[in-house]
């Protein structure tokens, strides 16, 4: 039979639509065929930590924020605004109310309830610098019904709804309660929240690619998007974070259409991409980053503020900001802990920063009764934007008379060492360098750094010091701006003697993507809701 004999004889056609038909029924489309539009962006590291209550590693936090909700948002003006809850505040400023919205469901379907939120408030709590400030000063915080949670204070403190809407490091992202009674020191095993997309587990590959899926039963905010305030409208069907470890592959997948947007751009590339007119390069952030150099207080060489102060003498900010930036254009010499161009900036205590000192710091090492105690300084090697300080800073230390061993990993490896009470020579380390947004260290009370409670419930590096409580105790009780500029300035001063940690710089990272997404905003988060593609 001929094929045109075929296709007239009424019993093929019969089988051939009946195994066409067979087919589409049983054919499952692949989630990427699915979808008809999906954001392909490389972050600026990889995904694999992924509970946000364990580090505070930007990209966990960015992760925090695709799936999970907050019950305050914070907008453009730094004003604080309802997110999941609206509030009330009893006259004598003891009592705060929170009353959740309408609507809200967690990824598996159940009813969002405050029981859910005060676990999940204590959890944060437990880790975050404001929360630990307001436990210590609740007298309880409680459900007192399905939508209602209450917290009565001992004590007014003026700072609570900023607490509750922070931006960053840690922000209090609301989990069911199951999951929040997980102890803070403990990942989470399920990634459920009620947030604007879903966390698709089963195509997670730690450090390779992380996919989130719109969540269909989000009911957003009526009132317009600003940063994490706002209607939190999700566009698009799917945004995958994929993993590119080398710029110029990054770059030409950017150019080709393989991916839409590049997080952080390496300062040498920013030209190439400039010259494509298809091509956005720019910084979104307004408060710009800070690097920062934090020592281990818990072993030797650095658990000796002698020792600390000849690192510091040895270390200054334009080598840190011309081997990663190179350009002055996107960075400047900022000695401010508060972050340059804030309401507390000062350059008090950090004139060492900006000149060469190693003379100096060769005196100084000598004087201190350093022993050769070799320090190890924890290197990540596949985030570009984190890769070159721990080689600047090993060979300043070096000149300085420091014995350094500098170790290669991952920057998620980092992540997870640097949570490590251990000593460095059974996994733990002396120094690690860092990036903190503008937003995350404006002040003495969301500045991390500066918390003094030592190995329960400091910051990495675990400085013990009830003198830096009490200053972030006495700010948190001035009522004047005058009060809070003082105190401020006399805490950053004793930071800076104590060394408690080294600001080398701040800059503005820049962003590149496609034209063809729309909705950016400058932000001091990558926020991919109210992100649309042509």
Known sequence: MTRNQSLNNPAYRRIALGLLLLALCTWTPSPAFATNKTIRAVMHSPLRVTDPILTTAYITRNHGYMIYDTLLGTDDKFAVRPQMADWSVSADKLTYSFTLRDGLKWHDGTPVTAADCVASIRRWAAKDGLGQLILDNTETLQATNDKTITLRLRNPLGFVLDAFGKLSSYPPFMMPKRIAETSSDKAITEHIGSGPFKFSAKEFQPGVRAVYERNKDYVPRPEKVSWTAGGKRVLVDRVEWVVMPDPQTQIGALQSGEIDLIEDIPFDL?????????????????????????????????????????????????????????????????????????????????????????????????????DGTPVVILHPTDVGILKTHPVVAAQLLRQAGFKVDLQAMDWQTVVSRRASQKPPAEGGWNMFFTLWAGSDVVDPLVNQNLIGRGKNGGWFGWPDDPKLEQYRAAYAQAVTPDERKKIAAELQAYAYDQVIYIPLGQFARQTAWRKDLTGIVDSPIPLFWNLDKK
């Open 270 to 370: 920013i030209p190439t991409l400039e010259r494509n007119r298809n091509i956005q390069v720019r910084g979104t952030d307004p408060l710009g980053s800070q690097i920062v150099g934090r020592m281990n207080f818990l072993y030797p060489p650095f658990n000796k503020v002698e020792i600390r102060r000849a690192a510091m003498l040895a270390l200054n900010q334009k080598d840190f900001l011309d081997a990663l930036v190179g350009n002055p254009k996107y960075y400047r010499l900022c000695g401010a802990m508060f972050a340059c161009n804030s309401a507390l900036a000062t350059d008090i205590g950090a004139k060492s920063l900006f000149s060469k000192n190693m003379d100096a710091a060769r005196k100084a090492l000598k004087a201190s009764g350093y």
